[in-house]
């Protein structure tokens, strides 16, 4: 009986640690963050930024630009807006909406594993594809 008890109290203990980290992380992500892809070697680049906003609502954009004489040319822009919250150190992104509309966009479910994070840059881990990537803080939420 008393190891069943420590066994229980051990996992209250772990569960208020995963919500305090959870706390931790909203804390953190709160606020516009960047993030820049290339491809092609160099010849298309993706930028984008994202606003997670306090109440559980996030706003961004991503530019994807194409090198023309030494110069990177947007070519295409798309807005979007979404819900997200940290669940167990996840952030999971849910009501996907973009401008112009993607089909069936608010469909998709987005999960990234917080690898790290601080007040300057969070690094990531896609659950789709196992990749790894790097935001960096643009400004907090005012």
Known sequence: MKNLIAIFLIFLAG?????????????????????????????????????????????????????????????????????WKIENGVVVITNVKFTPQIEDSDAVVIRDQILEINAYQARFKAFSDGSTFIRYRVKDEP
């Not at 930028?47 to 997670?52: F, P, R």
């Not at 947007?74 to 819900?83: D, L, M, P, V």
Request: hydrophobic residues 20%.
């Open 15 to 83: 569960c208020s640690n995963e919500a305090d980290s959870d706390k931790r992380y909203t804390t953190l992500l709160t606020g516009t963050w960047s993030s820049e892809y290339t491809y092609d070697d160099g010849a298309i680049k993706s930028y984008g930024e994202k606003t997670y906003h306090q109440d559980g609502s996030a706003t961004g954009f991503i530019s994807d630009q194409r090198l023309v004489a030494d110069q990177y040319l947007e070519f295409r822009r798309q807005e979007y807006s979404s819900q």
